[in-house]
């Protein structure tokens, strides 16, 4: 009993982590369709390399995200962590169009008691996402501006550094798993929030479910570029929380007041 609920409490941690950004990165696909931004005036994506501590029901998990850039505008981002039998590890690659992301691939490798792998692969040109879950393929609906569960979290740092102004309720596509997801984010507003790091002006977002008991939050900040500095999720009464506990920003320390 001790295991499953271990990992019950493993894959909330992981799914909120790369869940909530989604949502946040919504007002991305609006402000770049509204307000577009010539090619050479484009801030573009710093390299970054971030700690972050999940806690659940006295549980902690550590975590480790970074993003290098690559030749011709590419990028590789990457993520994992382990808690005691269990652990995983993902990347994704996309490039940038402007400030725009263009999703290439994203792989998911869970390891020890946790052996499972999903991908999801972006073709050009072509009008289907391949899918890879529970050892099946699935032919995905694509549509533009589909991005997977981590390329459009780095959307969300892109559009925001270029227009620090979207803050609407606007929807999200992401293709994970079997399916292609719609998210929905409202803008809350602007908050203090203390981490190990320092304290930090950060904005409050929040995920709109349909489920009246499950609610999803997150925070970013302007002054780290809209790193993501804190979630909380909660169903069934039980909150699990990341706060972001380190890192550097193009090389500096991150470092708050």
């Known amino acids: 009993m001790a295991i499953r609920s271990l990992l019950r409490e493993y894959s909330t941690m992981r799914t909120l982590l790369n869940s909530l950004p989604a949502v946040a990165s919504a007002a991305i696909l609006a402000s770049a369709a509204v307000t577009p931004v010539l090619a050479e005036e484009v801030t573009e994506l710093k390299p970054y390399t971030a700690q972050y501590q999940t806690s659940a ?6 975590l480790t ?8 505008n590419t990028y590789t981002l990457t993520n994992g962590g382990k808690i005691l039998v269990v652990g995983f590890h993902e990347v994704s690659v996309f490039r940038l169009d402007g400030s725009r992301v263009v999703p290439k691939s994203y792989v ?40 997977d569960r981590m390329s459009q979290q780095e959307q969300l740092r892109l559009t925001l550094l270029n227009d620090p102004t979207p803050k609407e309720d606007i929807t999200i596509r992401v293709a994970d798993a079997r399916r292609v997801k719609d998210y929905r984010l409202v803008y809350v507003g602007e908050e203090t929030i203390t981490t190990p790091a320092g304290s930090v002006s950060a904005l409050h977002f929040e995920r ?24 909380i999720h909660i169903e069934d009464g039980k ?3 990341v706060l972001l ?10 470092s708050g007041d």
């Open 108 to 147: 998911y490798q869970g390891t020890g008691l946790i052996n499972r792998r999903r991908e999801v692969h972006f073709t050009p040109g072509s009008d289907t996402i391949r899918s890879l879950y529970k050892d099946q393929w699935y032919e995905l609906p694509y549509t533009d501006k589909t991005l």
């Open 239 to 241: 909150p699990v929380e």
């Open 65 to 72: 995200r970074n993003l290098k850039r690559g030749p011709d």
């Open 208 to 231: 709109l479910h349909d489920d009246p008991d499950r609610e999803s939050d997150i925070w970013v900040a302007p002054a780290w570029d809209y790193l993501m500095v804190k979630t």
């Open 57 to 62: 029901r006295g549980m902690k998990l550590d």
């Open 245 to 254: 506990t380190g890192g550097t920003l193009d090389g500096e320390p991150i």
